[in-house]
């Protein structure tokens, strides 16, 4: 093969290499932050409540929290239901530890919710938990 087909095939392999990136980037940056279109419907349906839990708080006083837990599915919700005993588990060891001002920052409750996902998905069999949400939440 002469020089110019080679310089043309490199040429060519780069500018495909090119318009792929850039769709990949654009495609990327069109679909962050959308949700996973998931109905009010579906995710109600894979709901828990908790009822209120009550604990005391590292830097003394008390806390009065209440979540919902979405579970990926049916199943997932059904293990969550049962598994109560340890997501409170976890709730007050979590929050024994934190400070007033952490449960009162937006910084420190996302926090805690991460930290509560991830440690009940440790704990999953059937399924996990997609998101924590704090329903209620008093401090004295």
């Given at each position: 093969m002469n020089t110019k087909k080679k310089a043309a095939m490199i040429i060519a392999a780069v500018i495909i290499l090119?318009?792929?990136?850039?769709?990949?980037?654009?495609?990327?940056?069109?679909t962050k932050g959308k949700t996973t279109g998931l109905s009010a419907d579906?995710?109600?349906?894979?709901?828990?409540?908790t009822n209120p839990i009550?604990?005391?708080?590292?830097s003394g006083g008390f806390i009065q929290i209440s979540f919902n837990i979405q579970a990926s599915s049916q199943?997932?919700?059904?293990?969550?239901t049962k598994r109560d005993f340890?997501?409170?588990?976890?709730?007050?060891?979590?929050?024994?530890?934190?400070?007033?001002?952490?449960?009162k920052?937006?910084?420190?409750?996302?926090?805690?919710?991460?930290?509560m996902k991830n440690e009940i998905n440790q704990?999953?069999?059937?399924g996990r938990v997609v998101q924590i949400y704090t329903t209620n939440k008093m401090i004295q």
């Open positions: 090119l318009i792929g990136g850039a769709s990949y980037f654009l495609y990327q940056s069109k579906t995710i109600a349906a894979n709901m828990v409540n009550i604990t005391d708080l590292h199943k997932a919700k059904d293990e969550l340890q997501v409170r588990n976890i709730a007050i060891r979590l929050l024994s530890g934190m400070t007033e001002d952490q449960v920052s937006p910084a420190g409750m996302a926090q805690l919710e991460t930290d704990l999953m069999q059937n």
